[in-house]
């Protein structure tokens, strides 16, 4: 590993980091807004639906010029959402455009792994980009939690300073964001410093009915190809369930282990740190030819989140989310991998990528959505852990029995 590839995860870090942490600032601005309960989950919808309205265009973008500068320009685009948080625009706008921001880094962040790496190291290198991503999420849970925390708070209310007096920093959410927005800021500049690679699969037209025409294309391509068609359905999956278990997290561990909103915060970390076990274990004993084994795993994932429903104290619920995120890591990283491996082959990295953001945003919108309906529907936070587990299980054995099937 050379200092190009240090320089590629550092900036993966610090960028991961301040994503994380600001879903949690931005939670925490909500509710000094008294905003109803329902508009939790909808954040993310609001961050995640520019990976799907800009999918047909982010993916050329990103293979039109070298990685590094598409990933710097993406930071600009996130620095700019936090500021606008600052200065008073509602969150959810703010984070929408942090999302755009997110959606043009995304496939250059997937894309140049593909081009720095041989395939035979495509594996262990998304370990290591899932490994620190991991690491930045436990981080950013952590540190979002005690930012908004009331100690925090305190101090702001009983001293004056020129935080205070330059930006308004007046509570713990705005403090927050400002930490945040200077994260962006340390991501952005190790972007400068990422090696110049040759761009490889330059778009051939930018006509819109071009972009639009080639993205169906790719998306048919990938979606016939028995390979990219189960990576690609496991791992929208993963992320629309993923993203759904952050926020049941929260509310369980109010109503379930009584937790406040900054415990709750951090114990959505440990479900990372899980997460990073799995992504170890896979990086050395999954090969990309046998990425496709790794099924059944999710399987076992959805039965271990319904056993939440059990579980009424934080110790043995730390202990149950590792496992979940033990077992999440162990078929995620072979797949991201495989998608990759095919996508690059098929389309271009950039182009594979977007696709693999727009299947996978469109399943979290989905799924949070549904998650939001039950919430104003007034069901029980058990009754929708219950519902949450089985999909995934079902899901997931559908998937296993329809590859065996196309093997046959």
Known sequence: MNRGFYTILAAQFFSALGDNA????AIAMLKTLNAPSW??????????????????????FSDALPKGQVLFVSNLVKVIGCAAMLIGLHPLLAYGFVGIGAALYSPAKYGILTEYLPTNRLVWGNSWMEGLTVAAVILGAICGGMLIGPGIEDQLSNQSGWLQDLANVNTAAKFAIFVILGLYGVAALFNLYIPKLPIENKPKARTLGYLLSDFWRCFLLLWKDPLGQVSLAVTSLFWGAGTTLRFIILTWAA????????????????????????????????SLHHAVKVLPIGIAMGLVVIGMVFVTDWRPAVAMLILIGAL?????????????????????????IALQNFNENLTIIVMLGAY?????????VNAIVVAFGLFISVTMAWLNKRHLHDQD
């Open 22 to 25: 600001l879903l949690f600032a």
């Open 255 to 286: 109503s379930s282990l009584e937790l406040n909103l900054e415990q709750g915060t951090q114990l959505t970390g440990v479900v990372a740190v899980g997460l990073a076990i799995g992504s170890v274990v896979a990086a050395k004993t999954i």
């Open 372 to 380: 939001s309906a039950m919430i104003q529907a007034e069901f029980s």
């Open 39 to 60: 508009e939790t989950p909808v954040l993310q919808q609001f961050f995640v639906v520019s990976f799907i309205v800009l999918a047909p265009f982010v993916g050329p």
């Open 328 to 352: 999440a890591g162990s078929f995620l990283i072979p797949m991201n991998a495989l998608l990759q491996h095919r996508g690059h082959l098929m389309m271009g990295s950039g182009h594979s």
